[in-house]
């Protein structure tokens, strides 16, 4: 029986976000028994994980679901919620949104984009990236994207996805509250500190918004397009979001005379390290 809707490649994904849910739960078991030495450690790798699971699995995940059956996309999105301590329906529509509006500039007082690296900016400017990082997560976008979500019928499933991390941040508690709160938060607040500094150098520098094709950044190092599964095919992402990500470099062979023509600005080093640009 066929599980993949489009590529076995999609396994890879959806073992590193398993492989990252047991991880972060050995550490819940193990915290009080590791060195600082080891807790350290386990930090840095579980922190890496949890930024690039919204960046590269999540991601690809909301624009072309990895399975055949929708139970099984569905499960999976349950199953990632609680992974990431967050609603995969809400991640969703708050991307979704800002690929309608594309990172835009601030008109008539703001932007329609809520992430959008120019919306608390000055002058017109765009926000610098260290602020816009730390003080995001705690801005205002679940809004939109809840009312997006329950617009198209997903209640069911946002409950679904909202009793899942009850559930594991019950079980979590009951492992080790101290963990939870002296290792889990901050994991958790710096995975999308990076996760937020990616997107802010996927959109930095792009030299027209009003352009199709030169509305965001590419990345086109070989190293980091095949640990981040073509990522930094970010421009031709956003020209055809709804493009496996195993399709975007063929979109980029496609359009580069277009690309050219737009000015699309290139990228030296990839987004995660933008501010060495």
Known sequence: MRVWRYSRGDFALA?????????TTAWALT????????????????TYAFYYNPVVVTHNFLHTPFFRRR???????????ANLFLPQVLYKYHHLIHHQYAN?????????????TYRYGRHGRQEGFVRYCALSLFRDGTGNAYREAMRHGQGTQFSMELAAIVVVGAVWLAIDWRWVLFAYVPTFYFGWFLA???NYFEHHRASNHDS?????????GRWYNFFMFNEGYHQEHHLKPHLHWTRRPAVHREHLADFAEAGAYKARMPPILGFLD
């Open 31 to 46: 915290f009080h028994r590791l060195s600082l030495g080891w807790n350290l450690a386990a930090f840095t790798v579980i």
């Open 15 to 23: 073992g590193i976000a398993a492989g990252q849910f047991a991880a």
């Open 71 to 81: 139970w099984a996309n569905r499960a999976f999105a349950i199953f990632n919620s």
């Open 196 to 198: 937020l500094l990616e």
């Open 104 to 116: 835009d500039p601030v008109r008539n007082g703001t932007t329609l984009d809520p992430s959008s």
């Open 212 to 220: 199709r094709f030169a509305d965001s950044v590419s990345y086109y």
